[in-house]
């Protein structure tokens, strides 16, 4: 996401004709006094309700696939010159069509194109036996109202499939947004070096305050080179400046280059096709990749629509940028993602947005990259078909900073939740482009970052940094970490970067100088591969040994099952080994890190007589490899406050171990029938409980502590006290299941199966029960 | 596919001479890292070749434009941006495009001037 600074969109003007549409939906709410239930209430509070919800209103735009007022699809030729354009005369064309009818559509395939239904275009769209080529070169012919109609009508999962067929680069990748409030240098160096590393392949950053922005570039540049090879940065701000920095090899990438879907707000925002046409070119010229951004929801904002569909217009921006000759389009609603999520089928406007990228043969860089939602749930339901299909770049932006250091504004999904997208990744088997990154390894690369940062600034007298100040920076989760910083330093280094004319070759010597050989030497054969052009062909990224991947060398080859991108072995072990992953030998070692002389083996276990005697059974492996609970209360802890309870209500105890079953049901019954009283406990090592009476059946039971995480020792003491009870033959109040509203099973079930496998481990069939020493429980 | 050592900069020096070693004797300047004329040339024919003229077309353009400077770049960006230029201007502009070989950037402002005229986007 780009346009703030870039445009200076007059947002506020246009967000009120929105307002209106949504106060008025909210009035006719209020209108109905009457307090609501608390279901209601309830349902009220969560916070999917803080979104806005815009009623259709086409005459303002707010519609997602279709508007009355949209054109019907039209073309006519005539002398190999485009004299009608969906539906508007040549003599009628605004500055939008005129540049389309003239360099935007294949007038040899215009025919054919313009002549297949709909559906059929839709279905060849979907079809995996339709290859992508044929999809490129009939939309080639297709007028922007044709593209929009033959998109409305795929359904979600068809979005999905078309997508992954269309996307150009075979390949799937991601772009992160690096930026912080106070524009710190050691930070963004930091956090470059962070995002390279966690896989980016492209790194935009952006200044809450201009003037800071050569600064920025610098920074970032020496992070991302310490992070990971072939990172392209971008560096985002008004056109001048952005393309200053990028003709001295500061930065690598733009997509700074507005597009919009009518002529009153193209000159708004103070541009025609002919002037970002150039602009482009101007990009190329100096050797920088670049892509064009539009999106649903900026014509909506600036009161500008003209009673179009937020496809339609898209549509004609997507026709003008190919027509410019941009390699791509950053799309998918970016500023304006929410405003297309609050109209119904919004969503699937975004998506289809950039299908029809991809269909025009151009990079898709998709989106995702503003907070659509105030619900966790909606903004993945946004995001996750997009993943799921693969995409040139799956975030236009994924904010890799925490939210409030977004200087773009929050991304749909940023730093908080890195984490939930690795294992996105690894729960559906595909390739976001991120990795896992150890602790070390991160912290090693921050380190290695905010030192050559700070290096190369002092080198050049730019500013100088504390070592307070640098190892703040190490350790930030955000800038809120750095304390007071000495914010004019910054300015004063930006300045200094401007106006010394500073280039990539002084950052390159500076590093250099200062024992970066390494860093040095990776931006320089960086600077060398670019001067080759091929990263400026479609969806171009570098991999980390610098070879380009693109529509080119790497063109996607999707067609159906068994074909197409699917991660190597070895990425896909990347993909699966997040750090959270844990097998069997990682619970032994940990529960050995537990482990005590306590439970030590006292003799065999024979049957008690005294009626006040229970028997407390515990599974094989308790006292051997077992000697945590799922709750984290030691197995002994959870012992003793049995032992005590069962003592309280005049009973004695006795623990004994059963060898020839992992089964609580059968080991309880087992202790009960040991047991002089009838009574018996079992405990499972995870800490599972029950008590069982000599004549019940094996799966029967008293009482159950079947959540074993949410067991507390007085949930223990009673159980005991409870056994006790039973054992006098009376009839307490059961001990209740500590039930809560926590995902239990996702978290412990993993850990359960590791120590059931313990378990089993020491089970043998007929082995006889051991009874266990009680010293040094009380 | 890394650096082709034979591929010149705007300067003429080849890439592989863009060394390290060459930063520290303090050789290199900016048009060492600005991309030479051929080069885009040889991309707009990749373009070409995968059902891309638009990319290809700009691409030529570029080429036309690396024989100019930065400042005058951006000073016709700004001439073509809306109500910045009378038709008169911006063909004046092209015609001085056309006369020192860039006749690509020239066509665009040719076209500019009389679509600016009649959607009255001229100053």
Known sequence: MTEQAADGRPKLEGSRSLEVVMTSQLAGDNADTEVPVGRVRFMDAQRVNLDGFAREEPSLGLVALHSPDDPEPGLVVSAGRVVELDGVPEVSFDAIDAYIARHGLDLDVSSEAMGLSDVEFARRLVSPDVPRAEIVRLSAGATPAKLARVLALLRPAELVQAMTKMRARRTPSNQAHVTNRLDDPLLLAADCATAAAFGFREIETTVPVLADAPSNAVACLIGAAVGAQGVLMQCSVEEALELELGMRGLTSYAETVSLYGTEQVFVDGDDTPWSKAFLTSAYASRGMKMRVSSGAGAEVLMAGAEGRSMLYLEARCVAIARAIGAQGVQNGGIDGASVAASVPRGLRELMAENLMVMMRNLESCSGNDALMSESDMRRTSRTLPIVLAGSDFMFSGFGSIQRYDNMFGPSNFNAEDIDDFLAMQRDWGIDGGLRTVSAGQIKALRTSAAEACRAVYRHLGLADFTDEHLSRAVDAAGSKDLGETDTLAVVSAAQAIREGGLTVIDVVAALDDNGYEAEAERIMEMTRTRLAGDYLQTSAIFDESLRVLSLITDPNDYAGPGTGYEPSPQRLREIDAIRQERGVEDLRAEQARFATSHLAVAGPAGPGHDPRDVVIGLSPAVGRDVWRCLSGLTVTEALTELLAGLEEEGCVGRLVRFNDTVDLGRIGLAAARLAGSGIGIGLQGKGTALIHRRDLDPLANLELYSVAPSVTRELYRLLGANAARHARGDTPDPARNPYSDEAIEARYHTKVISLMALERAWVKDGASPEELSQEGLR | ?123
């Not at chain 2, 991309?43 to 638009?54: L, S």
């Not at chain 2, 020239?106 to 001229?122: D, I, K, P, Q, S």
């Open chain 2, 1 to 123: 596919m890394t650096s082709d050592p034979m591929v010149q900069a705007l300067s003429g020096r080849e890439v592989g001479e863009l060394t390290l070693e060459a930063v520290r004797r303090g050789e290199l300047g900016l048009p060492d890292l600005r991309i030479h004329p051929e080069t885009l040339e040889r991309q707009a024919a990749v373009a070409e070749a995968h059902a891309n003229p638009q990319l290809a077309e700009n691409l030529r353009r570029a080429a036309e434009l690396t024989r100019i400077s930065d400042d005058e770049v951006l000073a016709i960006y700004s001439a073509l941006r809306p109500g910045r230029s009378t038709p008169q201007q911006l063909a004046e502009l092209a015609a001085g495009l056309a006369e020192r070989g860039l006749p690509r950037c020239a066509a665009l402002l040719t076209e500019a001037a009389e679509v600016y005229a009649r959607r009255g986007l001229c100053a």
